[in-house]
T-cell receptor, first 116, second 110 residues
């Protein structure tokens, strides 16, 4: 597709449920990032993939958060046993190059997760 | 540590010029980005600075001073559609993710 797409756009979960958020990056983009954006805040880094390799997961807030990109394209962010503090917009971004490139990150529209 | 500061809110008049400042303290520096984000939408790329000076792109310009840890985004001939949040983000050396400020919510009024 022309841009980064994410699904679902909105997700309401009951506390304790597991959720899975999907990201389709721009075709051919090597790097993929997940960010969490709370209301009125800037995005905060969660994890980074270069192709299928998860090179940095230092931003994942707890072991309830898990991300994968098994074939180096689509990525899934899974949150187990959701808590109210997990309510946020989850943004995915992709970048054409890997490594230390300074090319632009392109963002998807995000998934707004609300945990009741 | 890493810290990026920008004003929380600004208001400006349609047709005017507005400058949104950003200061940063990071252990390294490998570029500064400005993104625009309308409510409920994805951040969209506006500008990138890695060297000192002014980068101009249409109605938008971005300035960087690495020695001062300072950048600004200049928006000219403001339009109502420019009402959005403007995010300043820095890329640290050796790290690939962007570190974002909290964003500046700009309201353009008639």
């Amino acid at each position: 597709g022309a841009g980064v797409s994410q699904s679902p756009r909105y997700k309401v979960a009951k506390r304790g449920q597991d959720v899975a958020l999907r990201c389709d990056p721009i075709s051919g983009h090597v790097s993929l990032f997940w960010y969490q954006q709370a209301l009125g805040q800037g995005p905060e880094f969660l994890t980074y993939f270069q192709n299928e390799a998860q090179l940095d997961k230092s931003g994942l807030p707890s072991d309830r958060f898990f991300a994968e990109r098994p074939e180096g394209s689509v990525s899934t962010l899974k949150i187990q046993r959701t808590q109210q503090e997990d309510s946020a917009v989850y943004l995915c971004a992709s970048r054409r190059r890997g490594g230390d490139g300074t090319d632009t990150q392109y963002f998807g529209p995000g998934t707004r997760l609300t945990v009741l | 540590g890493q810290n990026i500061d920008q004003p929380t809110e600004m208001t400006a008049t349609e047709g005017a010029i507005v400058q949104i400042n950003c200061t940063y303290q990071t252990s390294g520096f490998n570029g500064l980005f400005w993104y625009q984000q309308h409510a409920g939408e994805a951040p969209t790329f506006l500008s990138y600075n890695v060297l000192d000076g002014l980068e101009e792109k249409g109605r938008f310009s971005s300035f960087l001073s690495r020695s001062k840890g300072y950048s600004y985004l200049l928006l000219k001939e403001l339009q109502m559609k420019d009402s959005a949040s403007y995010l300043c983000a820095v890329r640290d050396l050796g790290n690939t993710p962007l570190v974002f400020g909290k964003g500046t919510r700009l309201s353009v009024i008639a």
